[in-house]
């Protein structure tokens, strides 16, 4: 069974699996990701370099839009993107080349948990909806 978004502008078919699929994931983002964040900030920052106030500002922020994108999957489809694209370019640019090192990696993200997490997304994220709603209605 498939659902039909916009279908005035002959919007591709999202399946529903895929719909709910984003909506656990949006889920597990606000609950996971948010107590985790807003415990950090509600601990205290005064110890905090301004660049890791602004890391765990910027990720307790995506998990309270999480929360919207827990009711519009659709709608808040491009926060699902970014957040495919800011783990992607984190784990090419700054764990791939400490692990080839055989540095310590940075242990700000779990790397197993990210790269699981990527690979999850790109099976849910409906691509075909993606390319007609944010390549060629542009």
């Known amino acids: 069974m498939a659902e039909m978004r916009g279908t005035e502008n002959k919007a591709p078919e999202v399946a529903l699996w895929r719909t709910w699929g984003l909506r656990l994931i949006f ?48 709608k808040l489809l491009p926060l699902m993107l970014y957040e495919m694209a800011w783990k992607t370019v984190w784990l090419l640019i700054i764990a791939l080349p400490a692990w080839l090192q055989t540095e310590p990696v940075p242990t700000i993200v779990n790397v197993p948990a990210s790269i ?13 909806y993606v390319w007609w709603r944010y390549i060629l209605d542009l």
Do not use: C, E, N
């Not at 997490?117 to 075909?128: N, T």
């Open 27 to 74: 889920a597990a983002m606000a609950i996971i990701l948010g107590f985790k964040q807003w415990s950090y900030i509600f601990d205290g920052t005064a110890d905090w370099t301004s660049w890791r106030g602004l890391g765990h500002s910027m990720l307790a922020t995506l998990a309270l839009l999480a929360i919207a994108g827990v009711f519009h999957p659709l």
């Open 116 to 128: 699981i997490g990527i690979g999850v997304l790109s099976i849910l994220v409906p691509w075909r």
